[in-house]
C-alpha cells in the first residue's frame, strides 16, 4: 500500500512560485509519479510526469515554467512551480503508478494511476 501526503501549497500572487511536496511512503520503486491538478468545475488534468529512470513529461501549459523531481532517498517528489498564472489555480494531487504509466500516450487523465493524496490548495490571483 502506497501513501502519498502532499504539501507546499498556499495564495500567491501572479508571477510568483511555489514548491509543492509529496511525501510518500510505501513501495514507490519503478513506479511512475505525477502531479494532477483539479480546477472547480474542470476536469482533472495531468501536470507533470517522473519515471524511474527520471524521465519526465509536461503539460504543454506548464512547460518552461513547472518542474517536477524527486529525491528516492527521502521518497518525495517535488513540483516547482515559478511564473504562476492565475489560470494555475487549482487543488493539486500527487499521484502514483506503476511504471508503464509514464509510457502512457494518455497519462494526463490519470487513468493509469493507482494511488492519490488529498491534496494541497494552489491560489494565484491576479
Known amino acids: 500500500q502506497v501513501q502519498l501526503v502532499e504539501s507546499g501549497g498556499g495564495s500567491v500572487q501572479s508571477g510568483g512560485s511555489l514548491r509543492l511536496s509529496c511525501a510518500a511512503s510505501?513501495?514507490?520503486?519503478?513506479?511512475?509519479m505525477g502531479w494532477f491538478r483539479q480546477a472547480p468545475g474542470k476536469q482533472r488534468e495531468g501536470v507533470a510526469i517522473?519515471?524511474?529512470?527520471?524521465?519526465?513529461a509536461y503539460a504543454d501549459s506548464v512547460k518552461g515554467r513547472f518542474t517536477i523531481s524527486q529525491d528516492n532517498a527521502k521518497n518525495t517528489l517535488y513540483l516547482q512551480m515559478s511564473s504562476l498564472k492565475p489560470e494555475d489555480t487549482a487543488m493539486y494531487y500527487c499521484?502514483?503508478?506503476?511504471?508503464?504509466?509514464?509510457?502512457?500516450?494518455?497519462?494526463?487523465?490519470?487513468?493509469?494511476?493507482?494511488?492519490w493524496g488529498q491534496g494541497t490548495q494552489v491560489t494565484v490571483s491576479s
Open positions: 499521484a502514483a503508478g506503476q511504471f508503464l504509466a509514464c509510457y502512457s500516450g494518455s497519462w494526463r487523465s490519470g487513468r493509469d494511476f493507482t494511488y
Open positions: 510505501g513501495y514507490t520503486y519503478n513506479s511512475c
Open positions: 517522473i519515471g524511474s529512470n527520471g524521465g519526465t
